[in-house]
């Protein structure tokens, strides 16, 4: 599972404190509401329970409550209230303070009133449940102010969002241009058309980083590139005097050996140039990598039914050059066919807005926790230590995937190991 984004993690944490707020104000709110209410009702109501508890009637300017129901044990259904709810503890609280030495509170449902019972003790010591059919607070007021909290916490999260949007679009956009390695393109901004101070500062560091890498990748491809020109002189010289020596059959033999190490050698030097090659060429184009493929097949000298070809009529590339994509599926040819079992199938197909290059073969595949050390430049699995090779074809591979925006994996396809190119077709 992906990891969450900074403006996941805003929403949820200003939303998570908003909610937490509301709840806390709301539940002190509705507490002392209670508590409030209950005391106006205790009030109104102590004259006539101190009547019916047989105390005598107390003076009090509050309105009269409503007829008493007396009942000498709590009543069938009524439902017993907690001792310690604040409502309670204000309405107990308040009627002893008016003469009535309440005790317990119940409820029995009623239309259009519920019924509150009270259990009292009376001046003979007999235990007494009064009843008045009268609610002690408000029947909707809790879903009123259940209410209120949603709305609220619905206008929260709505500034929530569109602060944590306008907080991370800057960041957002200056991940898509260090993801496209654009440089050059506009400052990312806010909504205001000015970056933030902080995004201002991580641009700059950023810019210089890009800017230093690239003269870092120039420097390292000038030097790799004058080294393999100038290399090349002295091979070809050599092989020119290999083969101006003798024919004698002593003479040969050595000379076989110098002319494959000087191939040897040469293959390697244009290992070199095509890595540079890869870095350099301009992307500015789009190409039918289908058609590509095709005429790689026609220069392939392969035995029949070990190398096959699966493509549609076309398949246009956009942002690519020729050379890097018939570079890209050679080298993944190549390695199957050196490292893998024949028959092997160079599959091409569109997925959604993706196309997918597919190479493969019937051999043992590479292991998963090779396969990244393996798109390292000079890298070689343990299985190739005896097998000639560069050890930059999947480093090249690799170069050309990131530089056009794609991926390269290592999968399996009905048991056959697989290895995966997708390149963006947008």
Known sequence: MAPPTLFRRLVAAQTIGAFALVLVFGGLFYAERNRTVARLTAQRWAPALRAAAGYGAAVSTAPAATEVRVSDVRPAGAIPSSRWAPRIVMLRSTLREAGVPAESVAFTRGVPHAVTWIEVAGPDGRTRWLGLQDD?????????????????????????????RRLTRPLEALRRRIESHDAGAAPAATDAGEPTLEIAAIEAAWLALADRLARQERERSLLLAGV??????????????????????????????????????????????????????????????????????????????????????????????????????????????????????????????????????????????AQARLTQAFARGDASRGTPGTGLGLAVVQQIVRRMGGTLSFERVAGAPCVRVRLPLR
Do not use: C, K
């Open 136 to 164: 002690v607070v408000e029947s909707y007021v809790f879903r009123r102010l259940l209410l209120a909290l949603v709305l609220g916490l619905a206008i929260v999260s709505a500034a929530s969002w569109t602060l944590a």
């Open 228 to 369: 393999s020109h100038d290399l090349r002189s002295p091979l070809a010289r050599i092989r020119m005097a290999a083969e101006l020596l003798p024919g004698t059959p002593d003479v040969a033999a050595r000379r076989g050996t110098i002319v494959r190490n000087v191939d040897a050698a040469d293959r390697l030097v244009a290992s070199f140039l095509e890595y540079v090659r890869a870095s350099e060429l301009p992307l500015t184009a789009t190409v039918d990598v289908a058609a590509v493929a095709r005429r790689l097949m026609e220069t392939r000298d392969e035995p029949a039914g070990a190398l096959a070809l699966d493509a549609p009529a076309s398949l246009d590339v956009p942002r690519a050059h020729e050379l890097l994509l018939e570079r890209l599926l050679a080298n993944l040819v190549d390695n199957a066919m050196r490292h893998g079992q024949p028959p092997v199938l160079l599959r091409l197909s569109a997925d959604g807005g993706d196309a997918l290059l597919d190479v493969e073969d019937h051999g043992p595949g590479i292991a998963p926790e």
